[in-house]
């Protein structure tokens, strides 16, 4: 291909090079900046999310033996790889083998997190995956490179690896790239640790609160007198009525879990936790529906918590209750 026709080719991919690089960069941030994902269980947390995987992800046996057992592990790794792919794209160190992690990095989200969504174009992983093919393929063709400036500095050749360098030159060029891009994501990794750890201020995570109307309702709400609920209760028939609602833990799974009161007066239960990425649904009064605040899904309490609309086509798990016909007490059936 003519010279002027290939740097009209990585023109043409800039923005592509620049969106998904600096979307990974931003997501693994994100990731670290969250209080709540580097945790092994709770709403939003990458213990939960693991967990969900496990059960609707093809990759679940891989899933179980590997990611369960440590978490933590696998969400410091996601996170900091997602920081030296953006990194790797955007400044065009190791630009090649960035892009070859970032189409595995999307291709597993696309096996895991965006499995459960249908139809498949719906699914936001899809599309990052043949973006970085592409520019795994296409390369950065010198544009926007600071690789240049980094080997003036270390007394390298500053023109970049020809077919016909030295192999000795093209291996330590590509090696103090490398040096330098883990150099850098380890510093903007520690920035954002730090940040993290200074306090909720710089917390990026949605709260269930955020749906406006709604519940939130106590995990352990009082009886009507005020005084706490018997063990094995959870709530009380006409507390739950009266507010529409009432959230609990299931102590089976430890999830969070939800009581809702349709409209006939029947009180239904649920986990709480989103069938897409593990975040903690609330009930909303407007509709009468679970909301995820997360990602939008909809789930319908009135017809087994069935998908209405949102990023899957997976029901909440249905919870069975009991209700002591006498006192109204009311507890999650062994």
Known sequence: MPRDRQLSLQHALLPLRFFVGGTFLFAGIDKLLDPAFLRVAGPGSIGEQLTTYSRISPLAPLVEAVAL???LVIGVLIAGLEIAVGLGALTGLAYRLCALFGAL????LFLTASWAIRPYYLGPDLPYLFGWITLALAGHGGLYVVGDS???A???APSPALPGSPPADRTRRG?????VLAAGSLSVAGLAGMLSAIGPAFASGPATSAIPGADASSSAPPSESGASLAPGVIAMLASVRAQRSTVFTDPTSGDPAVLVALA???IVAFDAVCTHAACTVAFDRLSGNLLCPCHG???DPAHGARVVDGPTDQPLQSLPIRIDPSTGAISVAG
């Open 105 to 108: 990095l999307a291709g597993t």
């Open 150 to 152: 980094i080997e003036r």
């Open 297 to 299: 899904a909809i789930f």
């Open 264 to 266: 006939d007066g029947t």
């Open 175 to 179: 090696l103090l790239q490398l040096v």
């Open 69 to 71: 057992p440590a978490p």
């Open 154 to 156: 270390f007394s390298l």
